[in-house]
């Protein structure tokens, strides 16, 4: 019963706070800012894709990435992504966390919607409830841990062991893009960037909390060389993502995988959790797994996703053989394909959607 009024206590205290007449907002407008710069540089992505004539699936090169920086539409979204940035730090100092956090995952709603009107990929039954999962299990996890997370100084052991495990993070995600970069798909790109983002938001904290209290020693510049590396693998991450799966599945990875990375640091290694009661830690582990599950679930039966895989040269069971026998009439119920048929003087369309500017 405590608990109960104790978490009643924390939310009217919350709402009484006068920043979040200015943090919502701000807070909302992070999220339409993401989701419209995700969609800008998602566009970018595939027009250099195109004009490459190479697939950047398994890892964009060099080049491709030398001519992201001269796509129009990537820089906008690229500054899109910025402003949503400034957005959400600028909510966090004007309103809890507890009402913040959640609302970033209003993003992947928005990223859906208006994907979905692009590319003319209708969300599906399952990729709705992958969706629902997402959002409900990120807001079920933060909503807890917002309530019964305590905030500890940050000591040079605990930071060193943030290190070392983003060390070790880098060192897996690196070796397995060089060995099995040819079979890895978006989910691994979104859930590698994700991970990475979660150290960045923790480092990040940990940076200005020093800076505020005059500590900038060589520690606290190791931990910016580290925010920095860790951000740009991330950014990497995530444009191939963009290559290789719809902007609304990768945005799913960092609104679901980034604040779950950071609260887990924050509980196993900061002992900010040490407050929670068992059934809580219990609520953790069952939102932390609907929310990773409804991502899993939005890789594996979104309409794009789906729709792509059906342009794979795979041999189906209905396509004739090559090999019938001398006489015999191969047969083989037609394919069905949800093109519309085209004419000469038709305009040409993408796989994905609409035909899209050049300019793009």
């Known amino acids: 019963m405590n608990a109960v009024e104790d978490v009643g206590d924390q939310l009217v205290g919350a709402f009484q706070n006068p920043g979040l007449l200015l943090g919502i907002p701000l807070a909302l407008a992070g999220a339409v800012f993401m989701s419209l710069g995700a969609q800008y540089q998602h566009r970018g992505v595939e027009k250099v894709e195109r004009l490459s004539g190479a697939d950047g699936a398994s890892g964009l ?69 992958a969706i629902v999962c997402c959002v409900g299990g990120i807001f079920l996890f933060v909503f807890f841990a917002a309530i019964y997370a305590t905030e500890q100084e940050v000591t040079d052991r605990e930071l060193f062991v943030i290190l070392a495990l983003l060390l070790v993070v880098i060192i897996v995600l690196g070796a397995c893009w060089l060995i099995l970069r040819h079979r890895m798909r978006a989910l691994f790109y979104v859930i590698g960037a994700g991970v990475l983002y979660g150290f960045v938001a ?77 059934w809580v830690l219990v609520i953790f582990a069952v939102a932390g797994a609907i929310a990773v599950w409804g991502v899993v679930g939005l890789a594996r039966y979104h309409p794009q996703v789906l729709s792509d895989s059906q342009e794979l040269g795979i041999v189906r069971g209905s396509t004739p053989s090559a090999e019938a026998a001398p006489g015999e009439e191969a047969t083989a119920s037609p394919q069905r394909t949800d093109a519309p048929p085209q004419t000469p003087d038709a305009p040409r369309r993408d796989a994905d959607g609409p035909t899209r500017p050049d300019a793009s």
């Open 61 to 129: 090169t060099l080049n491709q990435i030398k001519r992201l920086l001269t796509r129009p539409s990537w820089l906008v979204g690229t500054l899109m992504l910025g402003l949503a940035v400034i957005c959400q730090l600028a909510a966090l100092v004007q309103a809890p966390l507890i009402v913040v956090q959640p609302l970033g995952a209003i993003a992947l709603v928005i990223t859906t919607l208006l994907n979905a009107r692009i590319s003319g990929h209708s969300p599906t039954r399952q990729s709705l409830t």
């Open 202 to 278: 923790t480092l990040a904290k940990v940076v200005i909390k020093r800076i505020e209290a005059g500590q900038f020693e060589w520690i606290t510049a190791i931990c910016v060389l580290a925010l920095v590396s860790a951000a740009a693998v991330g950014a990497y991450f995530v444009q191939t993502a963009y290559s290789s799966g719809p902007p609304d599945l990768v945005i799913a990875g960092l609104t679901v995988v980034d604040p779950l990375v950071a609260v887990l640091i924050g509980m196993v290694v900061l002992g900010e959790a040490a407050a929670a009661p068992w």
